[in-house]
């Protein structure tokens, strides 16, 4: 009989911009404060992409090239390239598209998938499918957002909570079992009112009313989001667990998407993990919206061992959430 196909993450890469905007700077912008901001997000500061025409695809590039470099392949060999993210470089192309043609991924076709927070769980568990359909080899999955480019800086709510950055895997056959294990994604688009983008889609194109109004800048009623999100995230990864007849103590590592320091906890809390295992750098990076998870991956990497269980969760806009079971595998 053959052996089962999974879907590993072979290597992982990150980019974040360098320009740093902190909670000082902020207070000079709106009415908050550093302690403010530190205290209900866990934030102290975020990375911004700054210059003319830049979009999510200038973070995407630089971290599949160290993806490929890390691995030592070349990008004629990516068959496929799938980017999760709500800030597209424009409506189409895809990013993913412009991404293959900046690296020479020649042979890859691409698209964008659009989940906000929860986008490159989503994007994840397709690319693994696409592996463990045994008809491609090697699919770059990748989580990107400028959130620079859709936040409304005058507003104290939620201009404090986001940040630009990009993060990627690289999934390969794996005929030890490891990789992409299981995973539990769900969405709910009844959550539209409570967190969204209003203008710029078919329903609302861009005229002078919609930019007047404000309404190409995220919206978020945070109270709201905020419950939403701490059961969202915990009842799944709790769920997941159950289901793989798993417990915390057989867990390395919970990477949770970084959205709040409060969620987060919430999250640990319900699968027993104490904060040791639990990849947090929302302080230094703010909520990158769909990079946040592959981003804690690319920072911790050097601390995962082959055959250590993650579990990766998230909650995203609109709403979409998930939790995904993961082996690491070197």
């Given at each position: 009989?053959?052996?089962?196909?999974?879907?590993?993450?072979?290597?992982?890469?990150?980019?974040?911009?360098?320009?740093?905007?902190?909670?000082?700077?902020?207070?000079?912008?709106v009415?908050?404060s550093?302690?403010?901001?530190?205290?209900?997000?866990?934030?102290?500061?975020?990375?911004?992409?700054?210059?003319?025409?830049?979009?999510?695809?200038?973070?995407?590039?630089?971290?599949?090239?160290?993806?490929?470099?890390?691995?030592?392949?070349?990008?004629?060999?990516?068959?496929?390239?799938?980017?999760?993210?709500?800030?597209?470089?424009?409506?189409?192309?895809?990013?993913?598209?412009?991404?293959?043609?900046k690296?020479?991924?020649?042979?890859?076709?691409?698209?964008?998938?659009?989940?906000?927070?929860?986008?490159?769980?989503?994007?994840?568990?397709?690319?693994?499918?696409?592996?463990?359909?045994?008809?491609?080899?090697?699919?770059?999955?990748?989580?990107?957002?400028?959130?620079?480019?859709i936040?409304?800086?005058?507003?104290?709510?939620?201009?404090?909570?986001f940040?630009?950055g990009?993060?990627?895997?690289l999934?390969?056959?794996?005929?030890?079992?490891?990789?992409?294990?299981?995973?539990?994604?769900?969405?709910?688009?009844?959550?539209?009112?409570?967190?969204?983008?209003?203008?710029?889609?078919?329903?609302?194109?861009?005229?002078?009313?919609?930019?007047?109004?404000?309404?190409?800048?995220?919206?978020?009623?945070g109270?709201t989001?905020?419950?939403?999100?701490?059961?969202?995230?915990?009842?799944?990864?709790?769920?997941?667990?159950?289901?793989?007849?798993?417990?915390?103590?057989?867990?390395?590592?919970?990477?949770?998407h970084?959205?709040?320091?409060?969620?987060?906890?919430?999250?640990?809390?319900?699968?027993?993990?104490?904060?040791?295992?639990?990849?947090?750098?929302?302080?230094?990076?703010?909520?990158?919206?769909?990079?946040?998870?592959?981003?804690?991956?690319?920072?911790?990497?050097?601390q995962?061992?082959?055959?250590?269980?993650?579990?990766?969760?998230?909650f995203?806009?609109?709403?979409?959430?998930?939790?995904?079971?993961?082996?690491?595998?070197?």
């Open positions: 009989m053959a052996t089962k196909i999974t879907a590993a993450i072979t290597a992982v890469s990150g980019y974040v911009p360098e320009d740093k905007l902190t909670n000082f700077d902020l207070e000079k912008m009415e908050t550093d302690e403010w901001i530190r205290t209900r997000t866990g934030i102290e500061e975020r990375r911004i992409l700054k210059g003319e025409g830049k979009g999510t695809s200038e973070m995407v590039v630089p971290a599949v090239l160290d993806l490929l470099k890390k691995r030592g392949i070349g990008p004629e060999e990516i068959e496929c390239i799938i980017v999760a993210t709500v800030t597209p470089d424009m409506v189409f192309p895809a990013t993913a598209n412009l991404v293959a043609d690296v020479g991924a020649v042979n890859a076709f691409g698209y964008d998938i659009s989940a906000a927070c929860s986008g490159f769980l989503f994007a994840l568990v397709q690319g693994a499918s696409f592996i463990e359909s045994g008809r491609y080899k090697k699919v770059v999955v990748v989580g990107a957002d400028k959130m620079s480019s936040v409304d800086y005058t507003d104290r709510t939620t201009c404090i909570i940040g630009d990009a993060g990627a895997v999934l390969e056959p794996n005929e030890e079992g490891l990789g992409v294990k299981d995973s539990i994604l769900k969405s709910d688009g009844s959550g539209c009112n409570y967190l969204r983008l209003k203008a710029g889609g078919s329903a609302y194109p861009a005229s002078i009313e919609t930019v007047t109004n404000r309404e190409h800048y995220v919206y978020q009623e109270k989001v905020f419950k939403f999100a701490v059961k969202g995230m915990a009842d799944v990864s709790a769920d997941l667990l159950e289901r793989n007849g798993l417990t915390g103590n057989d867990i390395a590592w919970l990477v949770p970084q959205a709040n320091l409060r969620i987060i906890d919430a999250t640990a809390e319900r699968i027993g993990l104490p904060r040791e295992k639990v990849m947090i750098n929302i302080q230094k990076y703010g909520n990158t919206t769909a990079a946040t998870i592959p981003l804690c991956l690319w920072e911790w990497e050097k995962l061992k082959k055959g250590d269980k993650l579990v990766l969760a998230a995203g806009g609109g709403f979409t959430w998930g939790a995904t079971l993961v082996e690491w595998a070197y």
